[in-house]
């Protein structure tokens, strides 16, 4: 099984997410936002199902999918001391400036 990081290094899988960010959304309405065919978005949602930053249900013959925020938060959290990191850089930078102004 591929970890979060590996599977949203695919372009067209982190598209999906951007439009399940609003809601649950049926299979149809994802091929319709996205430049794929409808084999391909099911082949990218299986593989986010599979990875658990979506969940699947089924009403009649529709599948609906929505996000699972919970991966993202594990992600989140690793990458929380990089921000920090570059939030340090960004405020030496901003001293630079403002004492350059100066």
Known sequence: ????FEVLAE???RDILDLLRSGERAVGELV??????QPAVS????????AGLVE???EAQRRWYRLRPEP?????LWLAPYRRMWEQRLDVLQQHLDAMDA
């Open 1 to 4: 099984m591929e970890t979060a």
């Open 72 to 76: 993202l938060a594990e992600i989140d």
């Open 11 to 13: 372009p067209h899988r």
């Open 32 to 37: 319709e936002q996205l430049p794929l065919s």
């Open 43 to 50: 082949k990218h949602l299986k593989v986010l199902r599979q």
């Open 56 to 58: 699947v249900r089924q």
